[in-house]
């Protein structure tokens, strides 16, 4: 199925690995020019490449954290006008509430939350203007259906998903849509880590991944968002 994005131009961020990464191969496949940043420049360079020679295209690439102003500004340097803006970050880490202190919060709620509003702030006036612009937030099933050890997520996230149920809808009528995806289990570094903490915690040896959640599965979902004329409305939880 043709999209009719090919030739667009989308940021995807912390795309180095996981389920960036697999967003960013989703829409480069698509045709779309895309920017990827990450934090280990060696690591954001190679996969740049890597994408790169999978497409055919030119991956445009930066190392920067995106949590920071100075990294926000960056990416938006190389990525000035972006038509897709995938806003994805590293996860807060599991554990007890109880261990968790204001600066905890205020991490979870940096990268998670205000992080992608900020982004948002930065493109969304120019995709009005231009009257196409495609929003996919990163975001977890948590937000759904609560875990308890992932409290920071939890409610991060929940705050992100009910600011952008009221931009959505006042958006939508300039052909600008926000949409957020909603990874249940993905075998990713990330998953890996939550579970190895969880089997602690729990005195087990070992928390398996589902085998058959490999990132692939969810990136499609990304170009699916960003297509020219979405087939899902905006505001959606995918
Ligand atoms: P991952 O660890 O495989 O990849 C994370 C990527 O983000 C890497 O490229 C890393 O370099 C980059 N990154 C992290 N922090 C960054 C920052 N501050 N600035 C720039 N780049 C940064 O993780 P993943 O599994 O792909 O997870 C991506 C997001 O999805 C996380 O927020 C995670 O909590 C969430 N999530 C993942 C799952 C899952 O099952 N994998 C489920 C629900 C939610």
Redesign the pocket.
């Known amino acids: 199925m043709d999209l009719g994005i090919a030739g667009r131009k989308a940021l995807v ?10 967003c960013a191969e989703a829409l480069a496949r698509e045709g779309v020019a895309v920017t990827i ?4 420049e060696s ?2 360079r190679k ?1 740049a490449e890597e994408i790169g020679a999978m497409s055919g295209r030119p991956v445009q690439w930066l190392a ?5 102003p100075e ?1 926000r500004a960056a990416a938006l340097a190389a990525c000035p006008e972006p038509d897709i803006l995938v806003n ?5 880490p599991p554990g007890d509430f109880r261990d968790w202190n204001r600066d905890a919060w205020i991490r979870a709620i940096d ?2 939350m205000l ?1 992608p509003i900020e982004l948002i702030k930065a493109t969304i006036d120019g995709m009005i203007a231009r009257e196409f612009g495609r929003i996919v937030n ?5 937000v759904k259906a609560p875990i308890d050890f ?1 409290g920071l ?1 939890n409610g991060a ?1 929940s705050g992100l998903t009910g600011f952008v149920a009221g931009l959505a809808r006042k958006v939508a009528q300039h052909n600008v849509t926000i949409n957020n995806l ?10 890996r ?2 579970l190895e903490s969880r089997a602690k915690a729990a005195g087990k040896a070992r928390i398996r ?1 589902d085998a058959s ?1 490999a ?1 692939p599965n ?1 990136a499609p979902r990304a170009p699916f968002c960003a297509a020219h004329r979405p087939a899902i409305s905006s505001g959606r939880m995918c």
């Open positions: 961020c912390a795309a180095s690995k996981g389920l960036g990464r697999g940043l990450a934090r280990t690591a954001v996969t920067c954290d995106i949590t920071t990294g994805n970050a590293g996860g807060p990268a998670n992080t990163i975001t977890s099933s948590a992932l997520s996230r909603l990874p249940g289990s993905f075998d990713t570094d990330r998953l880590i939550t991944p959640a990132p969810l």
